[in-house]
């Protein structure tokens, strides 16, 4: 997705494995001068950086998506990689070059298929109805934490996009499988 705001004469870059980083609040509007390019291009990225040095909204979307951040300050974006064995380039370039997301707990990344997931957001248990694939993943995350078949429901149906609990949902961007987690406080 390519999005513009007045002012910016590029557009955003494009990050398959998440394809949408205005809607989920990783990337927002804002006059900062990225620490990495020294510019500022109308967007900052917001989303947890895993680094020596503390970037959180100082780096920009282009330096992200190009790797240079990465590179320059040795940081990362994304937490643990969930899933499929996948070579090692692609989870380079989902660590190193994707925007990661802020959530409750350390954040996960899902891999399917042999390539990184699509991130599309955080979601509550109304969101969830639309993707059963989805549920069911969470429903055996919940028992194998050895919950009980009314906990299990009663979590699921308590999930809350702002709220705690949430999951977060992917999507397998060979298959189209929906996955998801649940973290809480």
């Known amino acids: 997705m390519t999005a513009t705001v007045p002012g910016v004469t590029e557009p955003l870059p494009v990050f398959p494995y998440h ?3 205005l809607a989920t609040g990783s990337i927002a509007p804002s006059t900062t001068a990225c620490v990495c390019c020294g510019r500022s291009r109308g967007y900052i990225y917001r989303g947890p950086v895993y ?15 190009d790797g240079c951040a990465a590179d320059k300050f040795e940081a990362h974006f994304i937490g643990d990689p969930i899933g499929d064995d996948v070579p090692l380039e ?15 707990q350390d954040p996960r990344w899902f891999f399917h298929c042999g390539d990184g997931a699509a991130f599309l957001g955080a979601v509550g248990a109304s969101e969830l109805a639309a993707f059963p694939d989805a549920v069911d993943a969470l429903r055996k995350e919940a028992v194998a934490w050895g919950w009980s078949a009314d906990e299990v429901e009663h979590h699921l149906g308590a999930l809350d996009t702002d709220g705690a609990p949430t999951a977060y949902l992917f999507q397998c961007r060979t298959c189209a499988t929906h996955l998801a987690y649940a973290d809480f406080t």
Not at 52 to 64: D, N, S
């Open 90 to 104: 692609v989870v380079l370039s989902v660590d190193a070059r994707t925007p990661g997301f802020s959530t409750w």
């Open 19 to 21: 394809p949408d980083p």
């Open 51 to 65: 680094a020596v040095a503390e970037l959180r909204e100082l780096l920009c979307p282009w330096c992200l998506a």
